[in-house]
């Protein structure tokens, strides 16, 4: 069965490494968002996998999209409604090749030229990004800005999904620049309230549609 | 499909783990491990590198394929079942906290499963959730698993062989003058890393250590 990107626009929350991803997935589903990606780098396989399970579980009952990063083998498992892969990861052509369209792929992009080359190899979605100075992994790029962002919405047709630093201030312009979505950790982890920060977003940007 | 071997007796008795040294996509040590390997040796090799990431595994296990030409050499990959399977390896090593064989077959993963185990109680886990064979340390005292406690010794791999119906390969301090040992409390195989290091010696080694289940 072919899977549905939700309608634009709309907030993607990626989990926490420093928290617990169940209850963080928990919360952001409550308050509203249509898609959750588990990525946790250092956790030990079966960890990950009885954390995909119980957040498929989840997003089933809220209706939402559920993506595990980089562990293909965790989201097949776990029945995930997709994949999201780095430019380190599994390339995205053999993930196909695997999963056929049973499965979304989303390719992590840092630049127009990923990001065409993940489209024209199949890829569902784009992460784009860093869009905005971010704290919450190391990078070694500076920011692409929202000019970068403009550019590639305008030349490639599949979602973009702008990811790094976005805060409720910045997320409308992201929007209004052409990405489908925002894609956010700490913007809802470190929130007070994530229930109430995934709700926020989800406000702000659909102000200007 | 992949052909899997006759069920689990047609697995070889010698398990090659592989250097964790690899830098890169290079392989240099998978390479030269697998120019040593004779053509009619009987075993199987375990790629297991857990500081690579996803590519990195992905292209090493496609070196590792193509490296082993016709030799009927079995390939798995630790951990990483989607990896093992994208690149059409024979197989996945599950360390005792991955994800189980019964959940990755359930996702579509079917292939070769093996499973380190470190207990009685995990070893009989690993076979209700599907395991194919079991890999069972550290038996002997060896170096670099001094940091986990002493040896589980040769009383612990008997039992663990009498309790399971799978094969179980020994691992730990595994040496010529060792391994006989490990037949006797009924190992169907051993595995190691450092003894097949000199690829000098390796072939040497294959065919004594094979000589040793063959008794």
């Known amino acids: 069965m072919a899977k549905v990107i939700p309608m634009p626009p709309f907030l993607c929350v990626i989990t926490d490494e420093e928290m617990n991803p169940v209850s963080l997935a928990a919360e952001a589903l409550r308050g509203g968002a249509p898609m959750i990606q588990l990525r946790h780098k250092s956790a030990d396989g079966r960890a990950l996998f009885d954390w995909a399970l119980e957040i498929r579980k989840r997003c089933t009952e809220h209706g939402a999209l559920f993506i595990v990063n980089d562990r293909l083998d965790i989201a097949m498992a776990s029945g995930a409604d997709g994949v999201h892969l780095g430019q380190e990861d599994i390339p995205l052509r053999a993930a196909r090749k695997a999963v056929g369209n049973t499965m979304l792929i989303g390719i992590s992009a840092t630049s127009i030229e990923e990001a065409q080359k993940a489209q024209d190899e199949g890829a569902d979605y784009i992460g784009l990004g860093h869009i905005f100075p971010t704290i919450s992994k190391e990078k070694h790029h500076p920011p692409l800005g929202l000019e970068a962002l403009e550019k590639a919405a305008s030349l490639i047709s599949i979602p973009i999904l702008a990811i790094g630093g976005i805060t409720m201030e910045n997320a409308p312009a992201l929007i209004s620049a052409g990405a489908a979505g925002i894609a956010v950790i700490s913007a809802v982890s470190r929130a007070q309230s994530p229930l109430q920060a995934a709700k926020e977003l989800s406000r702000v940007i659909n102000l200007n549609r | ?215």
């Not at chain 2, 394929?65 to 798995?76: A, D, P, Q």
């Not at chain 2, 886990?125 to 170096?143: K, M, Q």
């Not at chain 2, 698993?145 to 040769?154: A, L, T, V």
């Not at chain 2, 490990?182 to 065919?207: K, N, P, V």
Request: some cysteine.
């Open chain 2, 1 to 215: 499909m992949r052909q899997l071997p006759e069920k689990q007796h047609a697995l070889p008795r010698i398990c090659i783990i592989s250097s964790g040294q690899e830098k890169n996509k290079e392989g240099t040590h998978l390479s030269s491990l697998f120019e040593s390997i004779p053509d009619d040796a009987n075993c199987m090799v375990q790629i297991r590198e857990k500081h690579l990431g996803g590519l990195a595994l992905y292209n090493l296990a496609c070196l590792a394929r193509k490296k082993r030409g016709t030799k009927k050499v079995l390939l798995l990959l630790n951990e990483r079942a989607d990896i093992a399977f994208v690149s059409g390896l024979d197989g996945v090593h599950l360390p005792e906290k991955a994800c189980s064989p019964a959940a990755l077959k359930e996702g579509g993963l079917e292939m070769l499963f093996g499973c380190s185990v470190h207990s009685l109680q995990s070893a009989i886990e690993a076979e209700r959730s599907g395991a194919d064979y079991l890999l069972f340390g550290p038996v002997f005292d060896t170096p670099s698993k001094r940091r986990y406690g002493p040896p589980q010794g040769i009383e612990k791999l008997k039992q663990v062989c009498r309790l399971t119906h799978l094969p179980v390969f020994a691992l730990g301090g595994i040496t010529m003058e060792t391994a006989p040992f490990c037949r006797e409390m009924g190992a169907y195989g051993c595995a190691a890393l450092s003894l097949f290091l000199d690829s000098a010696l390796l072939a040497g080694t294959l065919e004594q250590l094979n000589l040793i289940w063959q008794k």
